[in-house]
T-cell receptor, first 115, second 114 residues
Framework: AQKVTQAQTEISVVEKEDVTLDCVYE???????LFWYKQPPSGELVFLIR??????QNEISGRYSWNFQKSTSSFNFTITASQVVDSAVYFC????????????FGQGTTLQVKP | DGGITQSPKYLFRKEGQNVTLSCEQN?????MYWYRQDPGQGLRLIYY???????QKGDIAEGYSVSREKKESFPLTVTSAQKNPTAFYLC?????????????FGPGTRLTVT
């Protein structure tokens, strides 16, 4: 069965600190897709990244970076030099190929960045 | 502007009443989804639709109903049979890129039933 675990319920950091949000997934499929979404206080989910199971290259986008490791079934998200605007709930999600696009979400990690 | 619209943002109902949540998209996406979010929890799939006039139950469909008469619209009805209807409801639509469904979300409707 598919499952996504975000063990960190809440994280609090001071502005400019680096922070890593953990995501561990379970799936029997060899082809799958992993996502990260950001949910600011307004409630709307904002797409951040998608990663295919056959592409283990790490990705960097500005202050954001993602570390995908199939050996440990993890897809961790790091924010470098955090800012107050990064405060939000972050969700990791999993989708299997051809599975009609259904997403399995983790429980989310609430990140609070204090000035 | 292209996007997904959900209205209203806040909705209040008395217990025992059915209520319909609106979801409209002008992105020309084929697939649409409804999720429910409870405090401190992730999103759970209620219903989804890949084409017009067709839809499937998700993980927590009991007490909900949907219709998909138009490509742009996927309304969700929360019936009186839903035992705990108070929640945040998110609608999404997706585009298929290289057989991958990439979902985009609306702003959500917060439903309170008393």
């Amino acid at each position: 069965a598919q499952k996504v675990t975000q063990a960190q319920t809440e994280i609090s950091v001071v502005e400019k600190e680096d922070v890593t949000l953990d995501c561990v997934y379970e799936t029997r499929d060899t082809t799958y897709y992993l996502f990260w979404y950001k949910q600011p206080p307004s409630g709307e989910l904002v797409f951040l990244i998608r990663r295919n199971s056959f592409d283990e290259q790490n990705e960097i986008s500005g202050r954001y970076s993602w570390n995908f490791q199939k050996s440990t079934s993890s897809f961790n998200f790091t924010i470098t030099a955090s800012q107050v605007v990064d405060s939000a709930v972050y969700f990791c999600a999993l989708s299997e190929e051809g599975n009609t696009g259904k997403l399995i979400f983790g429980q989310g990690t609430t990140l609070q960045v204090k000035p | 502007d292209g996007g997904i619209t959900q209205s209203p943002k806040y909705l209040f109902r008395k217990e025992g009443q059915n209520v319909t949540l609106s979801c409209e998209q002008n992105l020309n996406h084929d697939a649409m989804y409804w999720y429910r979010q409870d405090p401190g929890q992730g999103l759970r799939l209620i219903y989804y639709s890949q084409i017009v006039n067709d839809f499937q139950k998700g993980d927590i469909a009991e007490g909900y109903s949907v219709s998909r008469e138009k490509k742009e619209s996927f309304p969700l009805t929360v019936t009186s049979a839903q035992k705990n209807p108070t929640a945040f409801y998110l609608c999404a639509s997706s585009i298929v890129l290289d057989r991958i469904y990439e979902q985009y979300f609306g702003p959500g409707t917060r439903l309170t039933v008393t």
